[in-house]
């Protein structure tokens, strides 16, 4: 596992040449500075323009919950479009993790568990949630009888 | 992943090392033979050649579901059964950038994370237009909804082929060989792709112009885009793992 670590010092051993190595850490720093710059976006999105957070109570009648959709209607379509467009970076942090995880003196199956699981949660998570709200505003006079 | 990383090593035997480039061809090859398959559905399905309309009326859909069931059912039959066969594909591409000389291999973890996610969302799509087709007598106003649902699942999410392919064009900046593993054109290439299919997201929020999901920039491009990559890339990763190959055998 050590060779996750140090991957372009092991290579040499390999007969692969190598430029001079730069920032040795670079590709980590990349992926940790998408957890700060994500989640404030995914923050935007469902607490500013989707309305999500705090959740609209369940005991909403048929015709409140209309007037949700339709009152906030555009904000949300720009909402989930924004989602749309940067859920995916939410995997740079699961890559940071996986390598992190990797350098533990354990089996990587704890590992492998993560990211499998992280990569299936993104969708009925998030954007599953978004896709139907989406599918909600995209015709704010769709018939609700 | 870890069957790769001590195959590349030179003290590895021979079979486990010629093993380690035959199952990267058979993933590459599975490419043309279920892209075949797939441009098949893609031409057979009736509401792609033109795009239906976001503007279409309920009683316009039911009817689009009523004269074409057949020929829908069986086009996403083909695309239910063969598009994760994409899948293996990225794998080798996650096979080719831990051979990268890059200071970790967060970018392959994050590729391949992204690259299963990804591959999910078209079976959402198929499952709707499957399910609208299922029982074309349905309400219209639900075929409208389903059909909805369907093309948004389709066109919009493009956020995990856009962080796959950041993913890939960094490591490929950041590829310290000499001789890197894919060429910087790639890169550019990557990041050229998912600027042209990120205007896919915004038919989310229109009905009509070129950003609807039946408009030049949802539809054309982002299709088009999508198989010239999967074009280019089959070639350029078949370069690659040539490059391994002889890599390989110089060592052995």
């Known amino acids: 596992m050590s060779n996750t670590l140090s991957a372009g010092a092991s290579r040499s051993d390999t007969g692969v040449e190598t430029k001079v190595a730069r920032d040795k850490k670079l590709d980590q720093w990349i992926c940790w500075w998408s957890l700060p710059i994500f989640y404030h976006l995914f923050g935007f999105i469902f607490v500013y323009l989707g309305r999500l957070m705090p959740p609209p109570a369940p005991g909403l009648t048929q015709a409140q919950i209309v007037e949700f959709i339709q009152q906030n209607s555009s904000k949300m379509q720009l909402a989930w479009v924004l989602l749309s467009l940067s859920l995916g970076f939410a995997s740079l942090s699961s890559g940071l993790i996986i390598v992190q995880m990797k350098r533990m003196t354990v089996s990587p199956v704890l590992a492998y568990a993560y990211m499998a699981a992280l990569s299936v949660a993104a969708l009925p998570g998030c954007l599953f949630c978004g896709l139907m709200f989406a599918l909600a505003a995209f015709r704010p006079g769709r018939s609700h009888t | 992943m870890e069957g790769t990383l001590h195959a590349t090593a030179a003290n590895a035997p021979r079979a486990e090392r010629s093993m380690n480039i035959t199952d990267q061809r058979i993933c590459l090859w599975l490419v043309p033979g279920f892209g075949a398959l797939l441009v098949l559905a893609f031409c057979m399905f009736p509401g792609f050649f033109p795009p239906l309309s976001p503007t279409l009326t309920a009683d316009e859909v039911a009817d689009f579901y009523r004269n074409n069931f057949a020929q829908i059912r069986a086009s996403m039959l083909i695309f239910n059964l063969c598009e994760v066969t994409f899948i293996p594909f990225y794998m080798v591409i996650v096979v080719q950038m831990q051979r990268m000389a890059t200071p970790s291999r967060a970018f392959a973890y994050s590729y391949l994370s992204a690259a299963a996610s990804g591959a ?59 001789k890197p593993v894919f060429p910087r054109w790639v890169g550019h290439f990557n990041i050229v792709i998912a600027l042209l299919m990120a205007p896919g997201a915004f038919a989310l929020m229109n009905q009509t112009g070129a950003l609807a999901w039946d408009g030049f920039w949802s539809f054309w491009v982002r299709s088009g885009a999508f198989g010239s990559y999967i074009a280019v890339m089959f070639f350029v990763v078949r370069a690659a793992i040539n490059q391994q190959d002889r890599e390989q055998g110089a060592t052995a």
């Not at chain 2, 219209?140 to 950041?166: H, K, S």
């Open chain 2, 120 to 178: 999910t969302l078209f079976a959402l799509a198929d499952l709707a237009w499957l399910i609208a087709a299922f029982r074309p007598e349905r309400d219209p106003e639900l075929l409208l909804l389903l059909n909805d649902l369907a093309w948004m699942a389709f066109i919009t999410p493009v956020g995990f082929i856009i962080a796959q392919n950041f993913c890939l064009a960094l490591a490929i900046y950041m590829d310290a060989r000499t």
